[in-house]
């Protein structure tokens, strides 16, 4: 089986987006699905035969991510699907359209994953237009979008559920990411602290992600305030990049925590990621609008403990109390919860042991062999999906 997959966003361009799609993209090979994938350039990537490249231009405000050009990328879907069994679009931009009209000029069925609630973050992006009109606007387009569709993935039951609340009609089908947990294991502790600076001894909440409002960092700067009452040398490492950086470095300054925030930018997934999970003794996440939470399990992959608000996507994942705490979503709480687990390691300590099993259940081969299953049923290949399925038992 052929499928291909289109987006407006892929690597080197680090976010959870890409990171599905290439978690997807190698563990599918284990199911005897071979993906191709049409994608932007960002710079001078080397072409790949499995992957395609198109140009477009730097996004304004968000040098980052790329607009591509509408009809290179209609272009080179239409090329790459001829000999594909079905299209997965990725993202509802430019990749949405040329997707769908590749898929009705071939008669492919063409399916999307809905990563991103767009109602919860077009309002940090166009502050001069009003919230709750942006909202509206936001949800008419999943909605139109979404039921042009033969079906739709959402990493979350939270999300199906909102999208169901905008009037989506399509076949939902709940299916995570997935995680490859080996690559989080074997994180180098006493490499990562000594290479930025941090006492061996010093206790060290983590949060990775992109540096955006959306992500609610702020909520773990304040939450911080009431940490360090109970715990003043506790410091919190924020590792990523991204438009609220500097807005987030005024913060820590006004609130007086220069001692007690360190910013290490970007990692590089191979190895810099994996050691800087290890550094850490908790993993903290404060977004309200995550569909999933994949950075949730590449923590508890590594051995760490989450402590985390358990709001849309992140529900499922904290849900089951294993290997996490879920705080009331309120910094004085969540400051408090954090203190009491540096304070009382003993305690605490099974969610420590717990985390890396539960990750386990989320892996990427599981994921995959059911994408692999819904890919055949969509492509009329029941009977195919079934063999895969059954071989990978």
């Not at 849900?319 to 540096?342: H, M, N, Q, S, T």
Request: glycine share 6%; net charge positive.
């Amino acid at each position: 089986m052929r499928v291909l997959m289109v987006s407006d966003v892929y690597f080197p361009r680090v976010n959870g987006v890409s990171t599905s799609i290439e978690t997807f993209r190698l563990a599918l090979r284990e199911q005897g699905v071979d993906v191709r994938l049409v994608v932007p350039r960002y710079g001078k990537e080397s072409d790949q035969a499995e992957i395609r490249r198109v140009a477009g231009r730097k996004v304004l405000g968000d040098p980052e991510d790329r607009l591509v050009s509408w009809r290179a990328m209609h272009r080179e879907v239409l090329d790459a699907a001829k000999d594909c069994d079905l299209i997965h679009v990725q993202t509802p931009f430019v990749a949405h359209y040329a997707g769908l009209k590749a898929g009705r000029t071939l008669n492919l069925p063409v399916m999307a994953t809905y990563h991103t609630l767009f109602e919860e973050y077009l309002q940090h992006y166009a502050p001069f237009l009003p919230s709750a009109w942006l909202r509206r606007q936001a949800r008419a387009l999943s909605c139109r979008q979404c039921n042009q569709l033969d079906a739709v993935v959402v990493p979350s039951t939270a999300m199906r559920e909102r999208l169901s609340s905008y009037g989506v009609t399509s076949s939902m089908h709940v299916l995570p990411t997935g995680i490859p947990v080996q690559r989080f294991t074997g994180g180098r502790r006493q490499v990562f602290r000594y290479k930025h600076g941090i006492l061996s001894t010093r206790p060290v909440a983590l949060f990775v992600g992109r540096v955006a409002h959306e992500k609610n960092i702020h909520f773990l700067l304040e939450a911080l305030l009431h940490a360090r009452q109970q715990r003043p040398d506790v410091l919190l490492l924020i590792a990523g990049e991204g438009p609220a950086t500097q807005d987030l470095k005024d913060a820590v300054k006004k609130l007086g925590l220069r001692d007690n925030v360190q910013f290490i930018g970007y990692l590089d997934r191979a190895q810099e990621l994996p050691d800087c999970y290890a550094s850490a003794d908790v993993f903290v996440f404060a977004s309200r609008t995550e569909t999933q939470g994949l950075v949730l399990l590449e923590a508890m992959a590594a051995g760490l403990p989450v402590i985390a608000l358990a709001e849309m996507g992140t529900m499922d994942i904290l849900g089951p109390g294993r290997g996490a705490i879920a705080p009331p979503p309120e910094p004085k709480a969540f400051g408090l919860a954090l203190a009491d687990y540096l304070n009382r390691p003993s305690v605490w300590k099974h969610l420590r042991e717990e985390a890396p099993e539960y990750a386990a259940e989320w892996s990427d081969h599981a994921m995959a062999r059911r994408l692999a299953v819904l890919y055949g049923q969509l492509s009329g290949r029941e009977n195919a999906a079934a063999d895969m399925l059954t071989a990978a038992a």
